[in-house]
């Protein structure tokens, strides 16, 4: 039985206890979570956006001549057969491979495209997500010259850490390398990403992971375990993968059965998350009320923290235990104030773009009406027209400061979690530089590191322990806080932006827009009011974590 057990490319990267659960034969009857109709859409997405990258190739290439391609949907076994007969032809390029499985090796698996170097094929993978960054030694071609030899050295790029592209790629070249038609000259995989402009081209035999290791020895020692893993679950043997919660939990089909298991055994994983936990369990603390029982300010189990600290960890259990979302973890909290007030909130599609930055005026008459604002851009992302939405912002958003400041008033903005919107605020600058009113990188980074920007989650994350997460949907309901939307949430709104454009070749939904809208304009009332809670409230509301 343990010769039948074959892993594809992704099991490498996922969750141990979810590599057990695919393969243990009790648990094909028990009902997963629905299918998110996000995540059925992002995939969707991806599949538009290898049929455009394919298309572009095919007509930059030499055309179909050249080309195999193997439609996705057809049967396995047929897909199987015509790429067999594309690598007997020596076909240039292989469109939608999916090669025999190995069953000696254990392998199953398709790649996007194959292209044949004259001593075997190299993988080549179309995602839809950004592979590079400003910055200098990102080997790459242009995105139609797939010729690996003509790879160089991009000064303007360095390549963006996506673990799992590598992985998936060595996957597919042991399969290549079992049936023959590897290049063994070459050890490359390209990717070919959401801007579609390069290939980037990766060295699976570099050192280049943050173990020292190449994607080649990493792959190898995670796909050993991960075998070992399934072929212990489809015979019946000892589980060498126990449920833990990690951050994978959120999205995972399973969640709900390892969510029981956790919830019954009172995991410690429950509060202390990821190798934190794993090294809790080693030391003997295996539950909640094991963690609470500790004294926080005694002597801490032997443990290499790399998350809470061990006082906060103990704190967090009783939290958990009491019921309590929030714990304060020092003695006074405050949060900084100004005699005029903005909170300002961005949405963004995904690596598209912001299509929208929404902000409340707050505070002493400047001259300007005060509530709320949105400037957005309704094209559909990408498009030149979000220069014009961030461009309008900045300007009103300056305007606001030298008003507040030529009346000899103090000015905080606010956000919750600047890194979404500072990534945002740099790349609009870098992308659209050159638009009048786009500020320059100096004029926004004097802005960000001011005190006059102020990041609600981290003074929620330097004042309080947060039991059940420290997300805006979280918090500012302990604040008192409601969304008017049920729906309201970063995966929702990406449904509702794909409607109010048009995206999918509809009319555009002017109603979707009034709801996007709406939410964002919730969004920087949840963060009024958090703050205003801190400051006014929080201190008599919300428990000492030494008082526990």
């Known amino acids: 039985m343990k010769g039948e057990v074959v892993l594809d490319a992704g099991a490498v990267s996922r969750c141990r206890r979810r590599v057990h659960l695919e393969h243990d034969p009790l648990m094909r009857e028990v009902p997963l979570s ?12 991806a599949a538009a956006h290898r049929e455009d990258i394919v298309a572009r190739l095919m007509a930059a290439t030499g055309g179909p001549g050249q080309w195999v391609k193997i439609d996705r949907d057809l049967p396995a076994g047929e897909r199987v057969e015509r790429t067999e007969r594309a690598f007997a032809a020596e076909a240039r390029f292989i469109w939608g491979a999916l090669l025999p499985v190995d069953p000696a090796g254990h392998r199953r698996g398709g790649i996007d495209l194959l292209v044949r170097t004259g001593r075997g094929y190299v993988p080549v993978l179309v995602v839809r997500h950004r592979i590079t960054d400003r910055g200098t030694g990102a080997i790459v071609t242009g995105m139609t010259d797939l010729d690996p030899a003509h790879r160089a050295s991009d000064s303007g790029r360095k390549v963006r850490s996506q673990p799992r592209d590598q992985l998936r790629l060595v996957h597919i070249r042991r399969m290549l390398q079992t049936l023959g038609q590897a290049d063994e000259g070459l050890v490359l995989g390209g990717v070919i990403g959401l801007d579609a402009d390069v290939v980037v081209w990766h060295d699976l035999t570099a050192g280049t992971w943050p173990n020292g290791r190449s994607a080649i020895t990493e792959y190898q020692a995670r796909f050993a375990d991960r075998l070992a893993i399934a072929n212990a679950a489809a015979n019946g043997e000892e589980p060498l993968a126990e449920p833990s919660r990690v951050l994978e939990c959120r999205s995972c089909p399973w969640w709900p059965t390892c969510e029981a298991l956790l919830t019954e055994t009172r995991d410690v994983s429950l509060v202390v998350r990821g190798e934190d936990a794993m090294e ?6 295996s539950t909640v009320d094991n963690l609470a ?20 960890a103990v704190v967090l259990a009783r939290a958990w235990l009491a019921d309590l979302t929030l714990v304060r973890r020092v003695d006074r909290v405050d949060v900084p104030r100004g005699d005029v007030e903005v909170d300002v909130d961005m949405e963004s599609f995904g690596d598209a773009g912001a299509y929208l930055w929404g902000c409340l005026l707050s505070g002493a008459d400047i001259g300007l009406e005060p509530g709320y604002r949105a ?19 900045w300007a009103w958003l300056t305007d606001v400061r030298e008003r507040t400041e030529a009346a000899g008033l103090t000015f905080r903005a606010y956000c919750y979690n600047a890194l979404a919107e500072n990534r945002w605020l740099f790349g609009s600058v870098e992308r659209f530089g050159d638009h009048p009113g786009i500020p320059t990188k100096k004029e926004v ?17 330097d004042q309080f322990l947060c039991s059940q997460g420290k997300g805006l949907k979280v918090i500012a309901p302990a604040a008192g806080f409601s969304w008017r939307d049920p729906e309201a949430g970063g995966e929702a709104s990406m449904r509702w932006y794909r409607d109010a454009v048009g995206m999918d070749g509809e009319t555009p939904d002017d109603t979707q827009r009034e709801r996007l809208l709406r939410y964002n304009e919730d969004d920087v009332l949840a963060t009024q009011a958090l703050r205003s809670w801190i400051s006014e409230r929080a201190q008599t509301e919300v428990p000492y974590m030494f008082d526990l």
Not at 34 to 45: E, H
């Open 34 to 45: 629905p299918p998110d109709p996000t995540a059925q859409q992002r995939i969707a997405d």
């Open 280 to 285: 809790l369990r080693r030391a003997g603390v």
């Open 293 to 312: 029982a500790l004294d926080p300010a005694g002597e801490a189990p032997v443990v290499n923290w790399t998350g809470v600290t061990f006082p906060d």
């Open 375 to 393: 400037f957005a851009t309704w094209d559909p992302l990408p498009t030149g027209d979000e220069a014009r939405s961030f461009a309008e912002f």
């Open 445 to 461: 980074q004097s802005f960000v590191d001011s005190d006059e920007w102020v990041d609600l989650f981290r003074s929620v994350t």
